[in-house]
């Protein structure tokens, strides 16, 4: 599983924010995932709307090392290669102990290693490709881990997982390219408290960029 890292920009965004009343109470029996590629920016959201409707949060991938729920770690990748059996019976025990207790998970990707709860939805942050290569070149990954990443982000592959697992129903885009957190957490709030789920709207990046030319640039 890809690195992930964590981050709280400041609580200007929570006092900015117009939840309304009773807001919190009719979504704390719900378990939001916050989902996307390494490095789109989720970590930020995550912690965010965990601030924002006080629930608890849990990064996945932090879960994974602590208990060593993996296989292996992939050098050549630099990730660890996860027991999805494993976590899934891990996960299985945070639900149980928070009970009705609100969750914010946040994941690189989506599978059967997620229990399924009711009220669960997912809400998958996207990235401008481009940008999202600069992102990962600044943490030094290698080029070839930087385009498995890019291309991901590119094919809209944690969309089409989140849709395979959820439905479409309970899945919610956001686009974070150059928005200020306090912007997405507007947004992702607003989509969670209309409670519609996906809107047929995406961040079509095929339409901005050929996969072939941009992996000369990166590779």
Do not use: C
């Not at 378990?31 to 996945?60: D, H, M, S």
């Amino acid at each position: 599983m890809p690195d992930s890292r964590s981050g709280d920009p400041g609580s200007k965004a929570s006092k900015e924010l117009i939840v309304p009343a009773g807001a919190p109470e009719q979504i704390l029996d719900k378990t939001i995932i916050v989902t996307g590629t390494p490095g789109v920016g989720k970590t930020v959201l995550a912690r965010l709307v965990t601030k924002q409707i006080r629930f608890q949060f849990l990064n996945l991938g932090e879960l994974v090392k602590k208990e060593k729920l993996y296989r292996r770690f992939d050098r050549s990748r630099q990730s660890y290669v996860i027991d999805e059996q494993r976590l899934r019976k891990s996960l299985i025990d945070v639900f149980a102990a928070r009970g009705e207790g609100g969750l914010v998970i946040e994941t690189n990707w989506l599978g059967n290693f997620m229990p399924k709860k009711r009220g669960m939805i997912a809400v998958v942050v996207r990235l401008d490709p481009a940008i999202l290569a600069r992102r990962l070149k600044r943490r030094k990954w290698s080029k070839r881990k930087i385009w498995e990443n890019v291309e991901a982000e590119l094919i809209d592959l944690s969309l089409y997982e989140s849709f395979k697992y959820l439905g479409p129903r309970r899945v919610y885009e956001v686009d974070a390219t150059r928005k200020p957190p306090r912007q997405l957490l507007h947004e992702a709030m607003r989509l969670i408290l209309a409670g519609r789920g996906w809107n047929g709207v995406t961040a079509n990046w095929l339409e901005r960029y050929d996969p072939i030319e941009l992996s000369r640039k990166i590779l």
